[in-house]
């Protein structure tokens, strides 16, 4: 089972930043193991965040992007106790959805 | 060196900006007389080594003994004493005693190949296997070519370092002899000897040289 | 304020840029304290500081105990605080012991746990993973604290002079020793400056970052870790887990940082 | 998130990757309904291919695009990138690396409430350019920039 995320939301000046930190191996595919074995892709692919219930980003991503990902990005509008709600599925199907409150 | 000045002083204009640096205080100092302290002298010390490390892979136990140079040279206080000034020379004299030519006299060798053992900072660690050709970890330490910029500052930079010098024999005998045993020049060196100890082969040796010498090389272009 | 100053630090890259061609060696130092300072923005190292929350309070071992009432020093249960005055002497072991080494005694008295297992394991074996990562939790609650380790037992002493002398103890086929690449001031290894660990302010760079979240290999590494790897890297046999060796290296780098403020855990590249 | 944005989308990836566009439903049949993972454009090599793949066609160089980040990365493991646009209506961010085995790293899809500019971590696996993509009402620009990517450490 996936590990939690850590997500950070503050709301400030009527701008809600937020910042999540993911736990996930990401592997590329392009990677040999000691025996010489492809080690196969593994990576989260589409992400999504909810802040008080409405979807405000959806990502796509490739095997690029770095292991235990961290993003961070600022939506307009949102309050101290609302609920950030973020979710990823990765390429072997695997899911997670961890939640936070705005601070 | 005024590259190293320059260095530090960048890096502590970054420094006093992250944080408010208040000045600590000095830790305790070595005592004067080359002793450790009063808890860690040799049999306290050599108990804690010998329970403390533990044979992984090819580096074993035994690389803990010291030879009479590593000994001296492990003492900063006693190392440069006026009391250890005839042992010096016999140890410089010992090291340099331990330098081999090549049988067929030739000292240099294909810079490409050169380049890429310096730039190898692999062997002879527990992680590495025995019989694997030992990298030079050359740039760890020194400045080469100017294409590289990822390059250590602890030896001099050798960027133009045949160039300066030229390729007589001199200098060419010079060369090999300090890739193959720093310690015959400077005994307390902070350069692995090389070939005295192992680490490369004489065909290894010979590629550094031309590194640094042939005009051809990155090094003196 | 971290973008703040980074926009700061990337302005320093461009005007070291401007200055032209002199400066290429401070272009790249500059350029990297850029990256450095763009790191510490969303360090992974608070995933696994979650995660040993979650282990020390979790029961476990024969006794199915937790190990909430462990004493690092301030007292059973005080985790606040501890790690900075980390090692230290410890009446119930009549030892010096570092965080991890006191870990263990902590598995071994609350919780019943053989330790002989967890100190053989491997760094990447889940054995290890729960010490890395209640050496991410327990440091973190010595964040923005002042260093504050103790030398007044002999004890403590006898640690870090033993430590001290580890330090310039120059061995093995490369003539390595701590002080080879650490015993001078302003100096790199390829790009990473060396700090000079017999100052306190080159000893506080490296002890008040460490445990650190490693961005080369994506893992969290606690002080154990890091210090086994230096002697790995440095030819010397392997510095079996919270033995006297591993402390006193660590007294030595704790004692010489006295005052410092522990930014832990860090990131690393 | 616009929804006839988004199908316009789906479209220029049928158009664009053939015969694969059944792949690219097949992740959208995922019950958490994300967008649809477009696994043409993460699979394409070159940055054109991956315009192709997004339906960006030859999208132009524009100074409202910025890529903040270190001109040297100490590790290609993890380089930070924040990428801001200045467009109005910005709907897209995506980053890319040229010399990656596969040029595009993520894409962004932000609604209006989002301001446009994020910050994530990518691997590069050499020194290169990279680039960021924005589509800002219904059009794609871009701005370089080269990162170093140097050797760190002491080891092998």
Known sequence: ?103 | ?221 | ?269 | MNTNTKRFDRRQILKAAGGLGIMAFGASMSPMAFAAWNKAAFEAKSLSDVYGALGAGSPSNSGDVQIIASDIAENGAVVPIQAVSKLANTEQISILVEKNPSALVCLFNLTADVLPEVTTRIKMGQTSNVTVLVKAGGKYYTATKEIKVTLGGCGG
């Not at chain 1, 949102?78 to 939640?99: L, Q």
């Not at chain 2, 100017?146 to 960027?159: A, N, R, V």
């Not at chain 2, 400077?186 to 692995?192: F, T, V």
């Not at chain 3, 008295?109 to 054995?127: C, E, H, M, R, Y």
């Open chain 1, 1 to 103: 089972m996936a590990n939690p995320m850590k997500i950070r939301a503050a709301n400030k000046d009527g701008v809600t930043e937020i910042k999540v930190l993911m736990n996930h191996e990401m592997e590329t595919g392009q990677r040999k193991d000691s025996s010489g074995a492809v080690i196969p892709a593994w990576y989260i692919n589409e992400v999504k965040v909810e802040l008080a219930g409405k979807t405000v980003m959806t990502a796509e991503w490739g095997p690029s992007v770095s292991k235990n990902p961290y993003m961070a990005f600022k939506v307009k509008g949102g309050k101290a106790g609302d609920k950030v709600v973020c979710s990823w599925t990765d390429n072997k199907g695997d899911k997670r959805t961890d939640e936070a409150t705005v601070s």
């Open chain 2, 1 to 221: 060196m005024t590259f190293n000045k320059k260095t530090t002083v960048a890096l502590s204009l970054v420094a006093a900006m992250t944080a408010a640096g208040t000045a600590l205080a000095a830790p305790p100092a070595l005592p004067k007389d080359g002793s450790w302290g009063p808890g860690a002298g040799n049999a306290t010390f050599d108990a804690m080594m010998q329970s403390g490390f533990q044979t992984r892979g090819i580096a074993n136990v035994e690389r803990l003994k010291q030879d009479p140079t590593q000994e001296l040279c492990s003492n900063p206080v006693t190392a440069y004493s006026e009391k250890n000034a005839k042992l010096r020379e016999q140890l410089q004299a010992a090291n340099e005693a331990t330098i081999k030519y090549p049988a067929d006299g030739k000292l240099m060798g294909d810079w490409k190949n050169g380049e890429k053992i310096a730039q190898s900072g692999k062997g002879l660690t527990w992680s590495d296997k025995a019989g694997e050709a030992n990298g030079g970890n050359c740039y760890n330490c020194h400045q080469i070519t100017k294409k590289e910029l990822s390059y250590g500052t602890i030896g001099p930079s050798l960027y133009n370092y045949g160039k300066l010098r030229g390729n007589s024999e001199e200098i060419v005998k010079y060369t090999w002899g300090k890739i193959y045993n720093a310690k015959a020049t400077n005994l307390c060196s902070l350069m692995p000897r090389a070939g005295a100890m192992g680490v490369l082969t004489e065909a290894q040796i010979r590629d550094l040289v031309a590194l640094l010498l042939d005009p051809e090389s990155p090094v003196n272009q």
């Open chain 3, 1 to 269: 304020m971290r973008s703040q100053h980074l926009k700061a630090t990337l302005l320093i890259t461009a005007a070291a840029f401007a200055v032209g061609a002199q400066a290429q060696q401070d272009s790249t130092t500059a350029g990297i304290e850029a990256y450095r300072e763009a790191l510490q923005d969303g360090n992974p190292a608070d995933l696994y500081v979650d995660s040993g929350a979650e282990i020390w309070k979790k029961k476990a071992g024969p006794k199915d105990a937790s190990l909430e009432k462990c004493d690092l020093g301030l007292g059973p249960g005080k985790v606040k605080g501890a790690y900075a005055q980390l090692p230290r002497y410890f009446k119930d072991t009549n030892k010096v012991q570092d965080l991890e080494s006191r870990l263990l005694t902590c598995m071994e008295k609350l919780q019943g746990v053989d330790t002989a297992p967890i100190i053989k394991a491997g760094f990447n074996s889940p054995q290890k993973a729960d010490l890395v990562a209640l050496s991410a939790y327990v440091s973190s609650e010595s964040k923005g604290m002042k260093v504050k380790v103790s030398l007044a037992h002999p004890k403590e002493k006898q640690m870090y002079d033993l430590g001290r002398r580890l330090f310039y103890y120059e061995a093995g086929q490369y003539d390595f020793a701590c002080a080879t690449c650490h015993g001078q001031e302003g100096k790199r290894i390829r790009l990473q400056d060396l700090p000079y660990i017999p100052s306190a302010e080159g000893a506080a760079k490296g002890w008040t970052t460490w445990p650190a979240y490693r961005v080369s290999s994506g893992q969290m590494w606690s002080m154990q870790w890091r210090i086994n790897d230096c002697f790995r890297q440095q030819r010397f046999p392997e510095p079996i887990y919270a033995s006297d060796v591993t402390i006193a290296i660590s007294s030595f780098m704790a004692g010489n940082s006295n005052g410092a403020v522990m930014q832990t855990p860090g990131i690393k590249r």
